[in-house]
């Protein structure tokens, strides 16, 4: 076993990596933060991405204060030459390894989300109105702008679609498929996405909703 599995099984058995390797890596984020602000449009104060991470489109990317980014991101956008914002990422957000993120018109998340491990986030998808003409042929797509309002928390191997808005505070179960828009402060789990719970601030608790249809 290697060193690197040594540390991360000791993580994973709720230790804490050496302190040697959590300076080398905060070395390392010190070291690429000047570099970030140089490429992205703009690359906020304590924000950090970790390596190593796929990102194209730099210049079409915000990312704020203190959001945090987990390896393995893959960040895409598209006609920058357009000089518009493609990808917007908020205050404190957390991203966790391995997300993907695809924006042809605007993707924007809000402050404190919490997004986990493999989930995708896109605003487009290819055209498949007429079968007879392959994708690759056409390269068509269609856009419509994706919005994760602040304090959004999902799960791990979520799939959020295009035209999608995600209200305030709602909570994306794990391998859910979102499909539909989510009111804020709503519980929504499935293939689609369906709304299960709603939170009741006079009680201060979430409630079941009685008729789970179509989240949104």
């Known amino acids: 076993m290697s ?48 390596f190593p991470a796929f990102v194209i489109g730099t210049r079409a990317i915000e990312i704020g204060d203190r959001a945090l980014i987990g390896r393995g991101a893959r960040f895409e956008a598209h006609f920058t030459d357009e000089g518009q914002t493609r990808i917007r990422i908020g205050p404190r957000t957390r991203i966790a390894p391995h997300v993907h993120i695809g924006a042809a018109g605007l993707v924007e998340i809000g402050a404190e989300c919490g997004i986990g491990s493999y989930t995708w986030i896109t605003d487009h998808d290819h055209d498949t109105s007429d079968p007879r003409n392959s994708v690759v042929a056409h390269k068509r797509i269609r856009i419509s702008p994706t919005v994760i309002e602040d304090g959004v928390y999902i799960g791990e191997r979520v799939a959020v679609l295009r035209g999608v808005r995600i209200g305030r505070g709602s909570v994306i179960g794990t391998n859910s498929v979102v499909l539909h828009d989510v009111p804020p402060y709503s519980i929504a789990a499935g293939v689609p996405a369906r709304v299960i719970k709603r939170f009741d601030p006079e009680l201060g608790a979430w409630t079941r909703v009685a008729d789970a249809g179509r989240a949104g």
């Open 3 to 50: 060193p690197r599995d040594d540390i991360i099984r000791s993580v994973m058995e709720g230790g804490r990596p050496p302190f040697l390797y959590r300076w080398y890596c905060r070395l390392g984020r010190l070291l690429r933060a000047p570099w970030h602000r140089m490429r992205f449009r703009s690359f906020g104060n304590g924000a950090r991405l970790d």
